[in-house]
């Protein structure tokens, strides 16, 4: 089976892509480094950062082992970041966190447990927005769009109720992925 995971792999690859986030960068580390499911690797690219993020990333990949670095040379954005990320993960499954983001510390044993226990591609969990400057009306519509779906799906019905009914989205950072699904 070509889905079989290697015995040394981590339960989880988090995939983090970097640009100029230095002020944030430290408290999303430390949600990673902090987390109670300890077999991750931590794999983060920077994207030709220019306000000291590397060095952020340097500091912490010399503290944990887990942690993997890529610097590019050139700005790629964002999402060619996630790609490589994913790509180079040895994990089970795949989680993408923004560098603005942190995770509850029993978020991976969590998210992967559950899938584990359900024998799910994808999990999908809540997220709480914290205001950074915005309006009350923007919050509301970020945590309508961040609402996980209760319930399993399969097939086709994963399309139609996230493009047609919208009962759920499709933002990719709160998400756990089974990485041969995200890797195809």
Known sequence: NNCMVKKDAPKVSVVVPVFNV???????????????????EIICIDD?????????ILN????????????????KSANICRKEGALLAKGE???FVDPDDCLEQEA??????????????????????INAGVTQ????????????????????????????SEEYRFNIWNKLVKSHLCQK
């Not at 230095?22 to 987390?35: I, K, M, T, V, W």
């Not at 010399?62 to 050139?74: G, L, N, S």
């Open 22 to 40: 230095g002020d944030a960068l430290e408290r999303c580390f430390n949600s990673l480094c902090n987390q109670t499911l300890k077999d991750i």
């Open 48 to 56: 030709c950062s220019t306000d000291g993020s590397w060095d952020v």
């Open 60 to 75: 912490y990949s010399k503290k944990d082992a887990r942690f993997r670095v890529v610097r590019h040379e050139t700005n």
């Open 93 to 95: 499954y795949i989680l």
């Open 108 to 129: 991976l044993y969590i998210a992967y447990g559950c899938a584990i226990q359900n024998d799910v591609e994808v999990v999908h969990f809540g997220t709480n927005v």
């Open 137 to 164: 009306k923007q919050i509301e519509w970020y945590e309508k769009f961040s609402r996980p779906y209760n319930g399993i799906i399969y097939g086709d019905e994963i399309f139609t109720k996230c493009f047609i």
